[in-house]
């Protein structure tokens, strides 16, 4: 080793000793015939004297250094000057008195300051990573994310779970997003496609009586980006033999507890609930306007249809007999909004799709209201019991569609949870979501898709719902899939499979997959069902989105070190790049783009 001791390890005990460290200039300051610097490593930051008298060779030696060049420094520890310790560094009592000092590399001056001082334009973070890796945030980031994978294996490893890698170049699965493909020399006019999940690659293990597998496993999804995806992605990826979905669920809820519990005293945050409520995915669209609900504050959405369904005041009324609802929100202590304020709301509302919003006051002198004029004193009454409005409260109301409701009265959920400061960043409300459809309609294909992914098995009551017969409805069935949802964010799905190949027919034959096409995607599948398929399930909780929410993050890109933009490159390999003409011929492509 070129150093002894770490720079960020020393303390009183260490006076008198000789020690030598090496690290980066993390600042300089030079007094003439002193020279202080600040030495950087991983580990913290010391303060190296330079004294002209001590040494004059290592003296003019720092006289040349610059802000992150590389050192060698040998000295001895010595206490600061009565007056001189420095409380907020853990080192700030003690420093080294320079007898020796060698570059080890110099360096040229880095386009932004390697501290978390001052905030730095991301796109040059990300031009110069392996720069932006030496500040502390990610720094403290990338350890958090470390500690918590060594705390999942070992928890997994203490129940019994082996990990096994799968491969990286398989054939499609299909997971709901686009593949990202490989085109295959070998074979002209081949692909392969990257894992969206390595979902029947686990349940083949399975198959294969592993009975208890996990993964620390990247995913690749060609799909639009947000601040909570990337186009790889890592997954904690589980799957276990004879289990159901309670097994499941007391699995991860014990590792997350545990995980936060533990890391607690480093990260400030604690967990709302204990244990995880549970709520169906009806019980959380109605309630939350959302299947991945903020648990940190109430503001729930409150039915009021049944009250207006037969109102005088034909938007709610109408909404009511075209198959929608009337709903509404309270806003506390919301009541002296101006015309302008709520007007916002408005706008706010119709940007996730609803034509308007109702808005009640109710104040001091009585109840004011945009729909005043067309409700009746009794209809109004039982509006503002309903929402549960106070002196100062304002109640807000969408009447849609029930997806639109739910969407439009969701966010503004979220947006005035913003505004009020409802939401504690040190809370983690952790949640089931349980009893997802097992299919949703898409308009667009004139289809059912699966909700989930298409090996999730329906409840056992609800495969009637399948069966072509007069209980054919896919619409009504439940599926065994649930989803972990924390402050907002979905951190994780699974489900209980599909086991039998006749279900698993079943299953595609609603997809609108013919005989012939499940047989050639998804041949291996049904064939494997055929040589004794035990019952099993899983779930796959994201480890970027986990590690984002523990260290305070609103952006995967922070915990992750080497990300992509939101247009999917990575700005400092300039990746995606144009090939080479060669490697194009050799795997037998021509582009139809020029460059
Ligand atoms: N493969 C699923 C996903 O990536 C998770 C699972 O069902 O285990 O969402």
């Known amino acids: 080793m070129l150093k002894t001791h770490l720079c960020g390890e020393l303390r009183p005990h260490h006076i008198g000793q000789t020690v030598t460290l090496a690290g980066w200039v993390h600042r300089r300051r030079d007094h003439g015939g002193l020279i202080f610097l600040d030495l950087r ?6 303060q190296i004297v330079c004294d002209a008298a001590l040494s004059a060779e290592a003296h003019a030696a720092a006289s040349e250094v610059r802000s992150e060049y590389v050192l060698q420094v040998t000295g001895q520890v010595r206490a600061r000057p009565t007056g001189l310790a420095n409380p907020s560094l853990p080192t700030g009592e003690v420093e080294v008195a320079v007898s020796e000092l060698r570059v080890l590399n110099p360096a040229r001056t880095p386009p932004f300051y390697i501290s978390d001082d001052q905030p730095v334009d ?3 973070r990300l031009r110069y990573r392996y720069l932006d890796l030496r500040r502390p945030r990610l720094q403290r980031n990338l350890l958090l994310r470390d500690r918590i994978v060594t705390h999942i294996r070992r928890y997994l ?7 096994v890698e799968t491969p990286i170049l398989i054939k499609s699965t299909p997971e709901g997003a686009r593949d990202y ?18 979902q029947q690659l686990k349940q083949l293990m399975m198959v294969g009586g592993l009975e208890r597998y996990f993964q620390i496993a990247r995913c690749f999804r060609d799909e639009d980006l947000r601040a ?3 186009p790889e992605f890592t997954q904690l990826d589980l799957e276990m033999s004879f289990v159901d979905r309670e097994d499941i669920l007391e699995l991860i809820e014990g590792l997350f507890i545990e995980l936060v519990e533990t890391l607690e005293p480093e990260t400030g945050k604690r967990l709302k609930f204990k244990p995880f409520p549970r709520l169906t995915y009806a019980e959380a669209m109605a309630r939350y306007g959302s299947d991945k609900p903020d648990l940190r504050f109430g503001l729930e959405l409150v039915d009021l249809s049944d009250i207006v369904a037969s ?10 007999a075209e198959g929608g609802q009337v709903k509404g929100i309270r806003a506390p202590g919301c009541g002296g909004y101006s015309r302008s304020q709520i007007d916002e709301l408005g706008v706010f509302v119709q940007a996730q799709g609803a034509r308007g919003l109702v808005w009640i006051v109710r104040a001091e002198e009585g109840v004011r209201s945009s729909a005043a004029r067309f409700l009746t004193a009794a209809e109004m009454e039982a509006i503002v019991a309903r929402l549960g409005l106070e002196v100062g409260d304002l109640g807000l109301i969408v009447a849609d569609q029930p997806a639109i409701t739910a969407q439009a009265l969701g966010q503004l959920r979220l947006e005035l949870g913003r505004r009020l400061k409802l939401m504690d960043p040190n809370e983690l409300a952790f949640a089931w979501i349980l009893d997802f459809p097992l299919y949703e309609w898409d308009a667009a294909e004139q289809r059912w898709s699966a909700m989930h992914h298409p090996f999730t098995s329906a409840l056992d009551e609800d495969w009637k719902y399948l069966q072509p017969g007069p209980d054919y409805d896919p619409g009504k069935a439940k599926a065994k899939a649930y989803d972990i ?17 006749d279900q698993q027919a079943l299953m595609f034959d609603v997809l609108g997959i013919s005989p012939e096409e499940a047989q050639a995607q998804f041949g291996h599948m049904l064939e494997a069902f055929e040589y004794g398929a035990p019952p099993h399930g899983g779930i796959a909780p994201g480890i970027d989105r986990l590690t984002a929410i523990l260290a305070g993050e609103s952006n995967i890109r922070e915990v992750i070190a080497f990300p992509k933009t939101a247009q999917a490159t990575d700005l400092m390999t300039n990746a995606p790049s144009p090939v080479s003409e060669r490697q194009l011929r050799e795997l037998h492509i021509r582009l139809a783009v020029e460059e």
């Open 41 to 46: 490593d991983r580990w913290g930051i010391v």
């Open 122 to 124: 991301e796109a040059l």
């Open 157 to 163: 490893h203490d129940r019994g779970f082996i990990e």
């Open 181 to 198: 493909i490989v085109p295959s020399r070998i074979h002209p006019g081949r692909f392969y496609a990257l894992p969206q999940s390595p």
């Open 228 to 230: 909570d995806r990337q």
């Open 311 to 320: 109102s005088q005041f034909r938007v709610f009324a109408t909404a009511v």
């Open 485 to 501: 949802v924390c402050n907002g964010w979905e951190t994780g799905g699974g489900s209980i499979r599909i086991h039998r190949r």
